[in-house]
C-alpha cells in the first residue's frame, strides 16, 4: 500500500550554479524539510547564503532529499513564494520559480517570461545575501 510508505525529515538544501567551484560559498540558513508518502515528495525549501562562492553558469538548488522520477510528467514546476536579492531583474515579468530536473536531486532556477522556453536564472545575478523559500512536490 503506497499509504504506508510515510516518511519525513529534514535536507541540507543549496544554491549553487551549475558551473565553477565553491571557493568561500557559505550558508546563513538552511531550514529544508520534506514529507514523502508512497512516490510523492513534498518540500519545504529556505536557503540563505552568506557568500556565493565561485560558482557560474546556471542557478540550481540542490540537495532535494530524493532523486525526481525521470518521466516528463513527473517534472512539475513550483513557483517561488519568497525570494531575497536574487540580483538581476527580479519584479514584474521577471519573477522566478523552481523547475524539477528528471533523474536529479536538483531543482533550476527559472525566469518567468512570455515563452516556451523560459532561460534559467544566470548564477552571476546571484549576490552574497540571496535568500530563496519554496515549497514543492515531485514524483520519485
Known amino acids: ?7 519525513e525529515g529534514t535536507f541540507t538544501g543549496s544554491i549553487i550554479g551549475t558551473t565553477g567551484s565553491a571557493g568561500s560559498w557559505a550558508v546563513a540558513t538552511n531550514d529544508c524539510y520534506y514529507r514523502k508518502v508512497g512516490d510523492m515528495v513534498f518540500i519545504f525549501f ?69 515563452e516556451a522556453a523560459p532561460p534559467n536564472w544566470a548564477y552571476s545575478n546571484i549576490v552574497d545575501d540571496s535568500a530563496l523559500h519554496f515549497m514543492g512536490a515531485y514524483l520519485t
Open 46 to 114: 529556505k536557503v540563505k547564503l552568506s557568500n556565493k562562492g565561485s560558482y557560474t553558469g546556471d542557478t540550481k538548488c540542490g540537495g532535494l532529499p530524493f532523486t525526481v522520477a525521470d518521466k516528463a510528467a513527473a517534472v512539475p514546476a513550483t513557483v517561488a513564494a519568497y525570494y531575497v536579492d536574487l540580483g538581476g531583474a527580479t519584479t514584474g515579468s521577471h519573477d522566478v520559480y523552481m523547475a524539477f530536473n528528471a533523474s536529479d536531486t536538483h531543482a533550476y532556477l527559472k525566469q518567468i517570461q512570455d
Open 1 to 7: 500500500n503506497l499509504l504506508d510508505d510515510y516518511e
